[in-house]
């Protein structure tokens, strides 16, 4: 479906939408520091959309995640998250071209917006969004390493799992609005992953049977054909053993065969 859309839409499609999202966060993030601008003004408050401003059912995007008052250690790492989205944003850009990446972007968008409006006096956040591009970088590159604190490098797929178990967490015990905002990311995550998750889980079930039957095959290439039930000689330990099976049905080597009739 997405490729027929390409076809006729992707003339639509935002070059560098990461880096776009990512400046204008930078540039409202600045004025509201020098005291120029109130950020609330552009923040999604469903309430207020329906009274008529519209424009902030699109703005939000832009809202940095920290507008207040940071610490040296706090603005390198609110630097460290955007410069972490453009990379990701970016990398998926590289792989599936401008148009699905603008999908994916727009897709999270609406859902987060849609579901903002079934608790229309609360703020909603695009922070659930951004979130949505970090699992499906991690997914897409799972041994890709981030290094903690710029010193312990872990491979990004253990953080994605730690991300989904705190969405699990937020789901379980936050508000409303923390719960459709999860459900948003995870959706727009399934929309687009949906297919490749069942195909991996496919291609793992087919390893694992081919594993098995080598295995198997493993087994029972190293099992003795010959085994004396008197010593416990096989064919395999004492290749150069001439074994006989007696009246009785049973294996003897030539040592134990001793009057047994062969």
Known sequence: MLHKLERHLGWMAVPNLSLCLVAGQVVVFTVAMLGQFKVELMALLPGLVLQGEIWRAFTYLFVPPVTGQLS????????FGWYMFFLMGRSLEDH??????????????????????????QYATNAFLAGSVFLAFAFLNPDFEIYIFFILPV????LALITWILY??????????????VLAAVGNFLIFFTRDIVERVRTGRRHMQQQ?????MREAENEARHRCVVCGKT?????????????????????HRGGKKT
């Open 72 to 79: 040296a250690l706090g603005a390198l790492f609110l630097a």
């Open 96 to 121: 599936w071209g401008d148009f699905r990446y603008n999908a994916f972007i727009f897709t999270g968008w609406l859902l987060t917006t849609a579901v903002a409006f079934l608790t229309p006096g």
């Open 155 to 158: 491979k990004i797929k253990w």
């Open 168 to 181: 699990g967490v937020t789901f379980a015990l936050g508000g409303w609005t923390s719960r459709l905002a």
């Open 212 to 216: 098995a039957r080598r295995t198997a």
């Open 235 to 255: 064919d395999l330990t004492h290749p150069m053993e001439d074994f006989r099976y007696g009246d009785d049905d049973q294996c003897y080597c030539s040592e």
